[in-house]
């Protein structure tokens, strides 16, 4: 199947790691990429290829790929980062598909 | 500053019809893929249409291939989507999304903040 299967929620207190997955068939010939999505505000892109990481974006964000599982991290988890995170992929079907989400709460 | 702005969100009742459209500004408009990407109340984010940098190329979801229709004007450096026979289900935040290549596929690196389409009767 084509779809990408993220978990509904992850907690983590502040100053803890936090680690969103990310699965799917088609993910160990594509290129995954993560937005983080604050509430009312719109998609902002934080790692690309897997684990590129775009200017601006802190370096406590990286991505890192193993067969067809995808994960982004979190190190050092800041309030700030509480929102909903969304990974893409592309495959044979569609050139732009998107897992369900992923609410991250910091508690 | 690179800027993504939408406009031509409203009410409209099922099956009816409206074009939003997303005029950018900052950067080389026809060196980028463009797409449309909805989002749902409280629900998560969906793909609905792109197209390639020089508008040879279009690709729908399946859910509203025949009903909607992405263009793009590159003199004008405007992205358009024409929807028609709305359903309820359309209703949501359409954002407008550059690619950062100029063919689909690639990364989302600049987002509009979104325009509102609410179909109901």
């Known amino acids: 199947s084509y779809g990408l299967t993220q978990p509904a929620s992850v907690s983590v207190s502040p100053g803890q790691t936090a680690r969103i997955t990310c699965s799917g068939d088609?993910?160990?010939?594509?290129?995954v990429y993560w937005y983080q999505q604050r509430p009312g505000q719109a998609p902002v892109l934080v790692i690309y290829?897997?684990?590129e990481r775009p200017s601006g974006i802190p370096e406590r964000f990286s991505g890192s790929s193993s067969g067809t599982t995808v994960t982004l991290t979190i190190s050092g988890v800041q309030a700030e980062d509480e929102a909903d995170y969304y990974c893409?992929?592309?495959?044979?079907?569609?050139?732009?598909?998107f897992g369900g989400g992923t609410k991250l709460t910091v508690l | 500053e690179v800027q993504l702005l939408e406009s031509g969100g409203g009410f409209v009742q099922p099956g009816g019809s409206l074009r939003v459209s997303c005029a950018v500004s900052g950067f080389t408009f026809s060196s980028h893929a463009m797409s449309w990407v909805r989002q749902a109340p409280g629900k998560g984010l969906e793909w609905v249409a792109g197209?390639?940098?020089?508008?040879?190329?279009?690709y729908y979801v399946d859910s509203v291939k025949g009903r909607f229709t992405i263009s793009r004007d590159n003199s004008k450096n405007t992205l358009y989507l024409q929807v028609n026979s709305l359903r309820g289900e359309d209703t949501a935040v359409y954002y407008c999304?550059?690619?950062?290549?100029?063919?689909?596929?690639?990364?989302?690196?600049?987002w509009g903040q979104g325009t509102v389409v609410t179909v109901s009767s």
């Open positions: 999304a550059r690619d950062k290549l100029p063919v689909v596929g690639d990364a989302f690196d600049i």
């Open positions: 290829k897997d684990r």
């Open positions: 088609a993910l160990s010939k594509q290129y």
């Open positions: 893409q992929s592309s495959d044979n079907s569609s050139p732009y598909r």
């Open positions: 197209i390639s940098g020089s508008g040879s190329s279009t």
